[in-house]
């Protein structure tokens, strides 16, 4: 609060601002701030509709928890998609990545956030069970598991199986193996040891 | 001795957090200089060399170059990642819960080289396919004492009279056991612990005699339970003693039944968390694990 007192009041307000953001400091928020001032109206309010319309229109996807502007989102809605896959990930943004390997024409489900006993969080603060419900009608074959391989990502896996398998639905998880462009003499033993029990004939 | 801007550790990982887009923060326990906190660069990219080398729960050798406010991680080689405990629900949850206890109980830079053989020896036992939830109070029970804070179970803490077979109490407040007779003196009393921690205990009226109720000052809304005294009965207090002075492979030898089991739990857990003063959050997910599922237990 104090930072920007001698600043007139609209310009601390937006500095103030500026300022929560992460990874900007109270120099870069003044920065911003007074670059704001010089440019052309239309390009701030540009700006401040962005900024605005990201709120509002953005909501959860009421089927698999993505983040999108509709009731369903888009990969949702494609009849085209095959729905009996379900891709289990931690947030939206994983799913990018997904897409663009352009191997995976299933549907998604995000769980928006992993289980991490020591930070408290548990199941039920994840889209679990909004998971299991979409399994109950029986038209969902297989569940793909593509949680982070770290220890929090491992333990929401292995928990998912753990609830998965009694009700008879294949259960897969990503493989775990060598990054293109890695050194076999840096590996860390975990994804060597994988890597070499999951090898692939040629 | 080498470079004194760098130097080689065995470390435990404990904790990671991520700093900006590509590193790392990680909470490591060592054997030589207690636990410290050093910056993995770079350990967020997929062909980082350091990446799954300082996981949580891996045990490795660390090279660290000193740095002026957080020393950096240049090498770290694995020396055991515990695939066996990785690779079980369960355990894995036990492999958490000992970290937390050990990343709340320690200081950093405090060296306690019995401290980090118990965590290894624990690590290493919650490997081996039998291990049970007994591993667990072993450890809590060992932490204690080599945390200056080992229960005093042979005497009375008050009245110093050597114990009989009866049904004592255990008083976290006290450290100790209590004889059935010292602790009707105490909850006569009230609050046995108010004079050390007078300012953050508020005393319920209507809570029962002997429970008092403890609010964190950084935890606004979260009241814990804070019970002064619990019963021990006589083979817990016994156990309790046999594991006190012996090792894992003594202590496995003891076949202990499940109402046994749980009495321990309590009684070690509510002194931990007297002793902390907060709640050791990894054991909301260890009970979550206990609930059966039955047919897909813990184990499998």
Redesign the interface.
Known sequence: MRKFVSLAKPVARLAEEFNKLPGIGPKNAQRLTYYLLRSPDEEAKALAEAIWALKEKIKLCSVCFNITDQDTCSICQDKERDHSKICVVEKPSDILPLERTGKYNGVYHVLHGT?S????V??EQLKVKELLYRLQDGSVTEVIVATNP??EG??TA??LQ??I??LGIRISRLARGL?????LE??????L?QALDHRQEF | MGDPRSYQTESIVI?QTKLGEFDKIITFYTPEFGKLKAVAKGACR??S?L???V???TYNLMLLAKGRNLDIVTQSQ?ID?F?AL?S??WR??CG??I??LI?SFTMEKSENRPLFDLLLDTLHQLCQADSTELVLRYFELHLLHYLGYRPQLRRCVMCNSPLKPVVNFFSSSQGGVLCPYCNSKESRHGEPFASCHSEHVSQRPEQSEGEEFYRAHDRPGEAISLKSSYPLSVNALKILRLWQDCDYTTARRVKVKSELSSELEQVLQGYIVYLLQQKV??V???E?LKKP?D??GRGD
């Open positions: 289980i006993p020591a930070q408290g548990a199941a770290n220890l491992e333990t292995m928990y753990r609830i398998m009694p990054p293109f462009g890695a050194d840096y590996a860390d033993d975990v994804t040891g | 904790k997929p062909v060399k990446g799954g080398n996981e949580p729960l694995t990642a695939l990785k079980d629900l894995m949850a958490l819960y970290l937390e990343d959050k990894s909301a997910w260890l979550e599922l047919n897909h």
